[in-house]
């Protein structure tokens, strides 16, 4: 059978690939007009340090690739970008607000499963060192950017981790973040089996139906006109509202992150599938990693579910330019002629393997190109260049011009 790749992960090739660049290099342009600088880490971190953002301390080993070196140090994969995010904030002069992104690999230990891998690609962008929530708008702004750019309609809940905090003390004092834990899993087990849940802990379960009703004057009722939560996220929606974000709403229900974010938390979806995305707030991030607690809001854009998603959809990548052959002329002539119009700025791959038409033009449509430039002896006396669109069968001999070349496939 061959060498196969490690289990719970996958290679990209070919048209594939080009869905995958095509995310990557959509964020990286709408990340890049924000003022974000790129960020490139080690995939391989110090144990400690993965072990740092989780309350599972000794535990996470079961979920990460933990290994040690030759030198008998405790290792991990990075199994997100904050981490390293937080090292080099806690080990480095920022001038701030620091705004970077990054598009990496990460690496979880999980049971691989539909669109859950052991390796995934993920793009982060993070702010830190702004108080308000202004940050939370930007970040939303991006999302707004990105999915524009890929095609898709983006669903963004968010709750309060301050309201949610302020919420479950009235029902479950003391036992706050063990509500939450029980509460994250509301949608995978449904109200019955939370409510048993919350029961078996003596929580009352009563806070499930408040969550579920996700009614805000409720919740206005129980926490009290005061509550901090509850100012912050009326003011992040009126900041949605004002700036025409109508696809972000508040969901009562919505709890992740419970070790390290402190604000607004964040979660994506798309056509009511798996998430696709998250973040928040975590301004005690860098705090725990010897720096000093700094104010920060990021959010992880899932490429390889997006990539997922699109493939679902059908979408294919355009190609650029042209893909060129040549009909019964001299393939050097051919490489030169396309050398000649790359030089001008004009995409141009050539037919090396000496395909004929019809061959050639179900090579060039399987890599998705749009047009297809074709040699034969006559073009070549009379130096002009025949283009076909694949698309829609129009054809035209041209004068071998880049103007008018560029202008057809502008067309």
């Not at 070349?405 to 502008?410: A, D, M, P, S, V």
Request: net charge negative; glycine share 10%.
């Amino acid at each position: 059978m061959g060498f196969q790749t490690v289990r719970g992960m996958r290679d990209l090739i070919g048209s594939d690939a080009c869905i995958q660049e095509f995310i990557e290099g959509n964020c990286r342009k709408v990340f890049a007009s924000y003022g974000y600088l790129p960020q490139y880490t080690p995939a391989v971190e110090n144990f400690d340090l993965l072990a740092a953002k989780s309350a599972a301390g000794e535990e996470i080993k079961n979920e990460i690739y933990y290994f040690k070196d030759k030198g008998d140090r405790e290792l991990g994969l990075r199994f997100d970008l904050t981490v390293p995010l937080g090292r080099i904030a806690s080990s480095n002069q920022l001038k701030m607000p620091y705004k970077r992104y990054a598009i990496e690999e990460v690496y979880r230990y999980d049971r691989p499963q539909a669109k859950r891998y052991r390796a995934f690609k993920q793009a982060d962008i993070d702010i830190l060192g702004v108080k308000g929530l202004e940050a939370e708008l930007e970040v939303m702004l991006v999302t707004r950017d990105v999915f524009k750019k890929l095609g898709l309609s983006p669903k963004v809940i968010f709750n309060s981790r301050k309201l949610l905090e302020e919420l479950i003390s009235n029902f479950a004092k003391g036992k706050e973040i063990e509500t939450m834990r029980i509460l994250d899993k509301l949608d995978k087990v449904g109200e019955k089996d939370c409510k048993a849940m919350l029961v078996e802990k003596e929580i009352d379960a009563n806070i499930v139906d408040i969550i579920v009703k996700n009614d805000l004057e409720e919740i206005t009722q129980i926490v009290g006109q005061s509550s901090n939560g509850l100012a912050e996220v009326k003011e992040f929606s009126e900041m949605c509202k004002e700036n025409k974000l109508d696809f972000v709403e508040y969901n009562a229900a919505l709890a992740r992150g419970l070790e390290y974010y402190t604000g607004i938390v964040f979660e994506i979806k798309v056509d009511n599938g798996p998430s696709v995305g998250g973040g928040g707030r975590f301004d005690k991030l860098v705090g725990n990693y010897d720096g000093q607690d700094t104010p920060a809001v990021g959010i992880s854009y899932g490429v390889s579910r997006l990539f997922d998603i699109l493939k679902e959809k059908g979408f294919k990548t355009a190609t650029e330019g042209l893909f060129l052959i040549g009909i019964k002329v001299n393939p050097s002539e051919i490489v030169k002629i396309g050398d000649t119009l790359r030089q001008e700025g004009i995409f141009v791959e050539v037919d090396l393997a000496g395909k004929n038409i019809s061959k050639g033009m179900d090579f060039a449509e399987k890599k998705g190109y749009t047009y297809i430039g074709i040699i034969g002896e006559d073009e070549i006396k009379e130096n002009k260049i025949t283009i076909k669109n694949l698309k829609t069968g129009s054809q035209e001999t041209l004068e071998q011009k880049v103007a008018n070349i560029k202008e057809f496939l502008k067309n």
